[in-house]
């Protein structure tokens, strides 16, 4: 069977290191300090499984920084005794603690945060959990998720040593995008596996594999291959089925591919000047996805290889100063194509043009880029405006474009360039002000995507304010960790308690803020942009919050306020925070 671990593991041999180096001492890992003076400073628990919350025997149990360590027992239990505080010891140095010594570096007091790992489960999938001496604590760890199947060529032939490549719903910058993961050799039974998968949504795809067969590869003969399957047997990425796995859940996906004849291709390329190669995307039926291949022979200045039966548009791109795109059409039925010749045209380049309407004319600021030769400084809307181009297509990885740097001491322009044709996001952002309106003919950036053709296009108005609005509130909840007590030294650390998002509505002015909620549970910014939010609280970093997707944030809708913010005006709100088992990641 073959095994695949897409997310990398933290390896479990961290209580052997630690008990290897001396750092965890016999009483802690067994948990049988005894006598009435240590009592105040055990830490106890158990951990469970996060869905049927049955307590998990023989998981490792370890601080963050991996200085105290222990197994649970058959029942999931777990116990810490932390070590007295010696105030006369420092920063960097030994303490004893029965007959051995630990190493504290940095710190003399306690673990202050509590992960646990077993294999079977996913590493920390979650915030661990704060080390409070005298609670029941519970730490939960959730299984791991597993997709499985054959790849067949018929009844009586299994796919040996084709591979299946699996592909990740993931949330980047708010944006859901389909983002490629590992891929897995079937092995002599035709199986793969995937392990160690999140909840979530995920598709599968085998890559081409051409039939080595000796028997049928005589010369000038016909060319035989198994074309890619997505599952759970359709032929382009876009129609495939999503796998929507729960936590714990095992997925039987088995796939079948079809023998097809193949093709010689060729797409001469007239203004090709490069001999380092480009890289060629071919796309199903105008559906961009993973799957087939070509290549492009610097030489004969063509691009060249094989495929069967079907109608695909070839694209290629060239990077540098001076990048360029072309792309063709092209049919294949049942004999070998000389396509239609493609002609590479220059990226755009994009002109922003920035109109600022600040309220305060006085504010100086300073800042300065350097080209490794030469040093320029960055005034006007350089200093504060950072802007980017962001594919439209939710199935490459964030391809985009960002603002050139100077190419000169006096160049204040803001020019996006190298921009290949297609449907872009504008996103920006301002360290000054807000960005109240952004557009081009006619077109509303905030709200709708840049469509981008060859050469130039026209320059994208920005409007620039600064009589933002203010917020300020409190989150129901959050307490302030303990401090030093009764001779233990605690950590406490500076990470907020918990974090606020505010998520503009569709079609509504606003620009999507994190703010960090402090010990005392309030929160507060003085630049929000104007324009109507909902709030959402949670106690832990959202990183794959949706907030872009106005169909996935609909499970939000009744857990948070919505909020008006008025230019100029301030506001305040009284937040309950969201519980993180209960949001839709």
Known sequence: MAYVYPRIRHQTLVLVVLFA?????????????????????????????????????????????????????????????????????????????????????????????????????????????????????TISLVPEALIKGRVIVSASDLAVGINVQIFARQVQEGAPRWMPGASVQANANGEFRFAELLPGAYKLVTHELMDNDPADNVPGSQLYGFPPVYYPGVADFAAASTIQLTAGQAFQADLSLLRQPYYSVRIPVTNAELNDGMPIVVSVHGQRGPGYSLGYNA?????????????????????????????????????????PSMVLSRNSSIILNVKEEFTETNRSGSASWSDGKRTFSLRGPRLYLQVRAEAEDDFQAQHGATIRPPIGPNDDSLVIENVPPGRYWLRLSSSRGYVAAASVGGVDLLYQPLTVGPGSTEPIEITMRDDSAEIEGTVAGVTARPAV?????????????????????????????????????????????????????????????????????????????????SAGQKTSVYLQSISDNSNNE
């Open 485 to 565: 007590s009764q001779g233990m030294v605690y950590s406490r650390l500076s990470s907020p308690r918990a974090w606020v998002y505010c998520v503009p509505l569709p079609d509504s002015p606003g620009q999507f803020t994190q703010l960090a909620v402090s010990e005392e549970g309030k929160f507060q910014s003085q630049t929000m942009a104007p324009g109507i939010y909902r709030l959402l609280a949670f106690k832990s970093p959202q990183p794959n919050l949706p907030h872009r997707d106005a169909e996935a944030m609909r499970a939000y809708d009744a857990k948070g306020p919505v909020v008006h913010l």
């Open 21 to 137: 180096l001396g750092y965890v001492s016999t009483e802690q890992a067994s948990g049988q300090v005894q006598g009435p003076d240590n009592r105040q400073n055990i830490v106890h628990g158990t951990v469970v499984n996060a869905v049927t919350q049955e307590p998990v025997g023989r998981a490792l149990v370890h601080s963050s920084d991996d200085r105290f360590a222990t197994l649970t027992d058959g029942e999931g239990h777990f116990q810490f005794t932390v070590p007295e505080a010696n105030p006369n010891v420092g920063s960097d140095s030994v303490f004893e603690i029965g007959p051995r010594e630990v190493f504290s570096p940095g710190s003399v007091g306690g673990p202050s945060w509590l992960m646990a790992r077993k294999p079977g489960f996913l590493d920390d999938p979650s915030t661990p959990v704060e080390a409070s001496p005298g609670k029941d604590l």
């Open 299 to 339: 030489g004969k200045k063509r691009i060249e290889g094989l495929l069967p039966n079907g109608n695909y548009l070839v694209g290629a791109e060239t990077f540098g100063p001076n990048s360029s795109t072309g792309v063709v059409n092209l049919a294949v039925a049942g004999v070998p194509v000389e396509g």
